[in-house]
């Protein structure tokens, strides 16, 4: 099986995604500075998942460069990957839309666990990252911020490109 | 005529309608749990036909790696197929906002039906699972969880790597 | 310049093109099949763009075939092409909302006779197919079932693969 | 690093933000020349923002041709980029409903002027047009029109192949 098809159908699924959300930043009725004010907390959660998805796919072309044989098995790990990348657009919007509130940064924080835990799948290796996500959910009920501030951590760890793992795994 | 390019194109349909279908998942007005129950019709609809898309996709992979020369009437076999699929989002849509009901269900079957008489167009053999889309169309009537556990049924035939029906086609 | 790299961005812009369109066709409310009934304009406005963009999508595969040479002229032709065709969900989406009315159908024949002059500039040798559009403009006002014919006409043409004039062109 | 991947993933997002633009052209309710009228101004800034798209497409298809290694820090600058051009739908959106008012032309210049820096942060060396977006910015509370007019002669300034910064750039 041919890795460059799985590469372009994933570069294909991750560019729709990372594009749709910016649908949910509806252009404001009047035009005033003041009418761009309500949407800050939507364009916020769009540039964190840009981010989030920009790492993805940014790790994603590293893994695929390391890996030679695509099977069946890795085939649906991949789809179960881009399964759960592929409820971010919806988690983004209903976070943005309801203004970082708690239940919405929990269900933010339970597909990027998921997403997390596809891409450990894929790699078997990948731990750290979902089990902060997995300790932001909880605490997002805390206080909220808190658990954002988790996110944008791991989202500054993997911008770090991280050779060193890499190393580890495909040496 | 190159096979690179119909992969590119093909590759391109399906990610967008895999994609696409999220958009129907509307992100509730309040920040609870509550919020998100009435929506789980539109997201099981969602799963099933993101596991059928990649299902077509990754078939799809296998049939063009066995095919080495495209011609018009390759192209425009494919292009039949695509655009049955196309159709995906819409019944899928139809069937998770009507939870499920008879007629939606039913319409979710021709749909696949006709789907896999496209890919039966295109590949001259795959026979056996548009004769059970067939058999759920009138079983939605009847009781529309029957003719949903047969969509599964086909899915989960499919998910298995048909190596047999490959060699048998293509060797 | 690389050729595959203008086709790649062709077939995401066409296949992104030919996917929107389905959003067009919003799932009716009820779950009866009456419910779907008034569909049928959208529907087959959705069928007729649907062929028309394979139609160019085949056509500009052939054609790419033939050029070696990519410059920015070839490259402004061909984004001039591609601003025409993205107007296509629009003008279908007034048709087929409008069932077929006199000035969408008037409107859907300008965008196709745009479409196809920038195709004709592009090949500049594609001349019958611009003409018949030019020529359903005013009969459908007349009688807009005859501009419809028309457009069916052009599109059954081209469905033939047409070898003659690659040939005539290229040779 | 393969620069193929990096190219094809830019290529999907700039034609998925190129053809969702058309999705702001909503099919007027009637039938009738007059109901198009009101849509002039988004029609406007679709076409003013399709030749931006097609204008940075072009320059980065150049632009990586130029380019032979691909670390993280290129992948970076390159998502920087994606992000701004990103927010063209949007502001496209604002400014055609609006019909060129002074805050969302500003706002528009705002993405062009940070789109370019973007390219800027990716080439180190274009440094005309941003200058130029920035200047339009304070215009556009003057006179709208001139703006626009700043807008249009960049586009036209980029429009000619420009060999010049190529050469001078990587040679």
Chains 1, 2, 3, 4 share one sequence.
Request: charged share 10%; proline share 5%.
């Amino acid at each position: 099986m041919s890795k460059a098809r799985l590469e372009a159908f994933s570069d294909g699924v991750i560019a729709i995604l990372i594009t749709i959300m910016v649908l949910e930043l509806h252009a404001p009725e009047h035009a005033t500075w003041a009418a761009l004010v309500p949407l800050w907390p939507v364009f916020l959660s769009y540039v964190l998942s840009f981010v989030f998805l920009g790492i993805y796919w940014n790790n994603h072309h590293h893994l695929l460069q390391a890996i030679k044989h695509v099977d069946g098995r890795v085939l649906w790990a991949n789809m179960h990957l881009l399964f759960w990348l592929s409820l971010i657009p919806f988690v983004t919007a209903w976070m943005g839309q309801n203004r970082f509130d708690a239940q919405p940064v929990a269900l933010y924080g339970v597909v990027l666990s998921l997403s997390g835990a596809a891409y450990f799948i894929l790699t078997r290796a990948l731990l750290a990252s979902p089990v902060i996500y997995l300790a932001a959910i909880p605490l997002s009920f805390v206080a909220s911020w808190m658990a954002c501030a988790l996110y944008v951590l791991v989202a500054i760890m993997w911008l770090v490109p991280d050779r060193r793992i890499e190393k580890t795994l495909f040496s």
